[in-house]
């Protein structure tokens, strides 16, 4: 069993930044691929970022891309989701995933653990 906690969430004002972290507990394998997810007020949850814990590959959405950077740090189990440039149109719940499989995911329905999630806000 994976148990993931995020936090790091927070208000921050447009154009600002945050850092998320999510901490892993339990059989974590170098095979999984960690994500991040989103969910705003009535829209579904969507992809965000993942990363590999055996590896630097990762994949970002458009809509992220040259703003949000994910890393790990294997030694402390921890996946990060660096935030930079926030938009109100960011704000929403961060959630942390794991996937056991190998291979990489951008379905939130793929992903095996979660997290409790972390609120983001960014004001305009």
């Known amino acids: 069993q994976v148990q993931l906690v995020e936090s790091g969430g927070g208000l921050v004002q447009a154009g600002g930044s945050l850092r998320l972290s999510c901490a892993a507990s339990?059989?974590?394998?170098?095979?999984?691929?960690m994500g991040w997810f989103r969910q705003a007020p009535g829209k579904e949850r969507e992809f965000v970022a993942y990363?590999?814990?055996?590896?630097?590959?990762?994949y970002y959405a458009d809509s992220v891309k040259d703003r949000f950077t994910i890393s790990r740090d294997n030694a402390k189990n921890t996946v990060y989701l660096q935030m930079n440039s926030l938009k109100p149109e960011d704000t929403a719940i961060y959630y942390c995933?794991?996937?056991?499989?190998?291979?990489?995911?951008?379905?939130?329905?793929?992903?095996?653990?979660w997290g409790q999630g972390t609120q983001v806000t960014v004001s305009s």
């Open positions: 995933a794991a996937d056991r499989t190998l291979v990489p995911k951008t379905s939130p329905q793929e992903y095996d653990y």
């Open positions: 339990g059989r974590i394998f170098n095979s999984y691929v």
């Open positions: 990363i590999r814990w055996s590896g630097t590959n990762t």
